[in-house]
């Protein structure tokens, strides 16, 4: 007998499986179609299916080795490695993707094309795997033999072969029309193409040329066209120049660049700007825009509309892919839907994005998130107007994903010890930059509010902190850390420091506005602990926490972060305070625990809280406790709190040479001489 896993529960994959012949015992599924359960009930009425479909019960979380390591890093670089077989196999000598090399940069539509791909069979990946862990640990049968059944489509054969390697056999099945693929990836990609369009209509109406003419045209003429634009997305910090909280403009703050020539846009729906913000930006000099009503509450904000540009470019590229796509079809070359939606996608995000560079004279596009796939037209645009793009590590990593790929011109990076990272996932950037850890300016800004912090503390008879830096935590499935287990930490270090009253702690979560809706299971626990004065939620900020680590962990004894994620850990050590890490996830491949175990990484609550005690007790007892030293070494070459300035040295060359009418090359080719002059040629990375 045997175990039935079914990708997505329809009418297609039941009948799939009725007609297979094959035996089993149980049946379960990850993704449900609309109707599937009414045809489920009614194939079971008839007694044709053999056992009732049931959920999957897994979370990412729980796919963990025999050794209990949970396994989602071996499971995203096999991503990795199946994107880039994929995409040596399929995409690189594809001719129909070449023949759009005329008009956009190869290796920026290659790099788009793995993301593409990472999107669509990235579920497909963890199911196969949560399929094996599901039946080796939740199933009570005697067969153990599991039967994946998945949707047929081009990278199903890819999807099989990865199945097997676990030991999995695969029954692909047919569906018309793609039903999965144009619910679960067509749809996205189709509402973002009805927005540009939304915007053309507007165009073409009295309304929209109205307030093309009337708003963003104020913008425009005050624009001077013959020194070029930097232009900075707003990612949904809190939008201030104070150097002791957690600034967008960071990179600003030391940088000689002319504020006036800083142009801040806005596009963010969920965050739009409000009054108060567009006052900071204008007020300190700065411009700002909006690509959307909805992504302002502001008044006075102007809202970017396309021109004749963008409307031209698009008609040129779309008549372009049809007619190649059509003399394919002619040829009876059949290229699949997911290269025709994709490359639309890709030209109209393109049109629209050289429209704006343009119309603006943006020569400098500012972006720490230019890894996600809808920004590489936005940077291939960019280059075509002789423009330079800029992005920024913003964390730790500690892993190697195509979800991390780049195609920056300029990638600043804390240090050495992560260009591994960009090497294994195929980056295409152009100048990889040594930088050190990029907000350590704030070390010393914020020494005095830390002191007041920790005297507010042992006011209390506070003898000892300890400091939690937690990570965002959520209930999907597809999740790391789970809310329960965040819940978790918290209850543990609630509960120790109320049983010691010489015990101070200090909670800095990373999203402060969701979590107590989290962790709402403990909230009488937490209400308790803050009561006693000596528990502390450093909770200021909208959206992401406006307050930086480095404020918390100096005012604490010893600091401790997750190894998931370790870029808190990273902070607080920078800034002087013993810091340990806590490793619940079990990441027993991790390089740390080949020297760090029992010193700086705890893979157990009750173990991390032993060794803390005794740290506190006799320092001496136990060698090395919080030295992380050898695994921030190469993380930050300077340590030195110059990061930003080093940052704003090089953007102000680039603009130098760009403002004197240099091309991009001349630019880059200059402020690398010039930072390697400065900083050392080994800081300097030119990209193969």
């Known amino acids: ?103 956009f940069d190869e290796k920026k539509i290659l790099l788009f094309f793995e993301k593409a791909l990472m999107e669509r069979i990235n579920d497909a990946v963890v199911f196969i795997n949560g399929a094996k862990w599901h039946s080796e640990n939740r199933v009570n049968s005697d067969s153990k033999s599991v039967i994946f059944f998945l949707e047929r489509n081009i990278w199903s054969p890819y999807l099989m072969h990865y199945a097997s ?19 679960n990836f067509v749809k996205e990609k189709t509402l973002t193409l009805k927005k540009i369009e939304a915007r053309i209509h507007a165009l073409i109406t009295k309304k929209g040329k109205n307030n093309y003419n009337n708003k963003d045209n104020q913008l425009s003429q005050t624009i001077d066209k013959t020194i070029p634009l930097v232009a900075a997305w707003y990612t949904g910090k809190t939008v201030t120049f104070d150097l002791k909280r957690r600034s967008d403009f960071f990179w600003l703050l030391k940088s000689d660049i002319p504020r ?27 411009r700002v825009i909006a690509l959307t009503k909805k992504a302002t509450n502001a008044h006075n904000v102007p809202i970017w509309s396309t021109t004749k540009k963008y409307r031209a470019l698009k008609i040129l590229f779309i008549k372009h892919i049809f007619k190649t796509y059509l003399f394919a079809v002619f040829k009876f070359k059949c290229i699949p839907l997911f290269y025709l939606v994709n490359i639309c996608f890709f030209a109209i995000k393109y049109a ?13 596009y500012i972006n ?21 793009s800029i992005s920024y590590q913003w964390s730790n990593l500690s892993f190697s994903s195509i979800l991390l790929s780049s195609c920056a011109d300029v990638l600043f990076s804390f240090g050495p010890a992560y260009q591994w990272v960009w ?17 350590d300016y704030s070390f010393k800004e914020v020494k005095k509010n830390a002191e007041i912090l920790r005297e507010q503390l042992r006011n209390k008879g506070v003898q000892f902190v300890i400091c939690y830096f937690d990570e965002n935590s ?22 120790k420091t109320l049983e010691d009253e010489t015990i101070g702690l200090i909670f800095k979560p990373g999203y402060p506005k969701t979590l107590y809706k989290r962790i709402a299971s403990i909230s009488g626990l937490i209400e308790r602990a803050k009561e006693t004065g000596r528990c502390i939620f450093m909770e200021s900020g909208s959206y992401v926490t406006e307050q930086y680590p480095t404020e918390a962990a100096q005012a604490a004894d010893v600091c401790v972060g997750l190894l998931l994620s370790g870029t808190v850990a990273l902070e607080s050590y920078l800034s002087g305070t ?37 740290y506190r007790e006799h320092p001496e007892s136990i060698p090395g406790f919080g030295d992380v030293s050898d695994w921030v070494k190469d993380r930050d070459p300077f340590k030195d709190g110059n990061a930003s300035l080093r940052m704003g040295q090089y953007i102000s060359w680039l603009f130098e040479k760009l403002k004197e009418g240099g091309t991009r090359e001349d630019a880059l080719e200059y402020a690398n001489l010039k930072y390697a002059e400065l900083w050392g040629k080994e800081n300097v990375v030119k990209w193969h």
């Open 423 to 439: 090497e294994e996932n195929r980056s295409r950037i152009g100048n990889l930059v040594y930088c050190g850890y990029i907000t």
């Open 352 to 364: 629209y994005w050289y429209d704006f560079f343009n119309s603006h004279n943006i020569k400098i």
């Open 165 to 183: 390697k676990l030991n999995i056999k695969s029954i692909g099945y047919f569906t018309i029309g793609g039903f999965s693929y144009f619910n």
């Open 1 to 103: 007998m045997n175990i039935i896993y079914i990708d997505l529960l329809s009418v297609y994959s039941l009948t799939a499986l009725i007609t297979s012949g094959i035996k089993y015992s149980h049946i379960f599924y990850f993704n449900t179609s609309p109707g599937a359960r009414l045809f489920s009930n009614m194939f079971a009425r008839m007694r044709l299916l053999k056992a009732k479909p049931q959920l999957a019960d897994f979370c990412y979380a729980d796919i963990k080795d025999e050794k209990g390591e949970c396994q989602f890093i071996r499971i995203t670089e096999d991503i990795r490695d199946l994107c880039l077989e994929i995409c040596n196999k399929e995409f690189v000598n594809n001719r129909f993707l070449k023949c759009f090399s005329l008009h």
């Open 578 to 614: 013993p810091t340990v890490f806590l490793d619940l996830e079990k990441l027993y491949s991790n390089p740390v625990y080949q020297w760090g175990k029992g010193k700086i990484v705890f893979d157990s609550l009750d173990d991390l809280f032993s060794a803390i005690q005794k």
């Open 368 to 388: 720490p998130v230019d890894i996600f796939m809808s920004n590489i037209p936005v940077i291939a645009a960019l280059e075509k107007n002789n423009g330079i």
């Open 474 to 495: 959520s209930d999907d499935r597809m999740t790391v850390i789970s809310n329960r287990r965040s819940a978790e930490i918290y209850e543990y270090f609630l509960k």
């Open 260 to 286: 006036e020539q800083i142009l801040v846009y806005f596009d963010r729906t969920d965050i739009p700007a409000t009054q108060q913000m567009i006052d900071t930006i204008k007020n300190n000099g700065l």
